[in-house]
C-alpha cells in the first residue's frame, strides 16, 4: 500500500506490483509506450531482477545490490536501495539528456 501510494503522490501513471514475469511486463509497457529496448533502463537489486536486467537496455543495481546482480549490471550506484540510489539514477539520466 505505501508504494501504490507514494507512487499516486508522485503521478506515475505505470505502476506494477507484485509482478512475477516482470520481462514480460516490461515488453508489454515497452510495446505500448513505442520505445525501443535499448532506450530503457532498469534498477534491480535482487536475484528476482535478473532476467530485466539482462533485458533492459541500461541494466543498474544499487549499492547493496546481491552479487549476482553485481555482475550483471552496466553501472552500480554509488548510494544503496532506500538510501538515494533512485535519486542518483534519476538525476545521471536527466542529465545525459541531450539539449532543449
Not at 501504490?4 to 511486463?25: C, H, N, P, W
Not at 530485466?52 to 553501472?75: E, S
Amino acid at each position: 500500500d505505501a508504494v501504490a501510494r507514494r507512487m499516486q503522490e508522485l503521478g506515475v501513471q505505470q505502476v506494477f506490483l507484485g509482478i512475477k514475469d516482470k520481462v514480460s511486463t516490461f515488453e508489454k509497457l515497452r510495446s505500448q509506450l513505442n520505445i525501443a529496448t535499448h532506450e530503457t533502463a532498469y534498477v534491480g537489486d535482487d536475484v528476482p531482477d535478473l532476467a530485466l536486467l539482462k533485458t533492459a537496455g541500461i541494466a543498474i543495481g544499487v549499492g547493496n545490490a546481491h552479487a549476482d546482480v553485481v555482475g550483471t549490471c552496466d553501472w552500480i550506484t554509488a548510494n544503496t536501495g532506500g538510501r538515494g540510489a533512485v535519486r542518483e539514477v534519476c538525476d545521471a539520466l536527466l542529465s545525459a539528456r541531450p539539449g532543449p
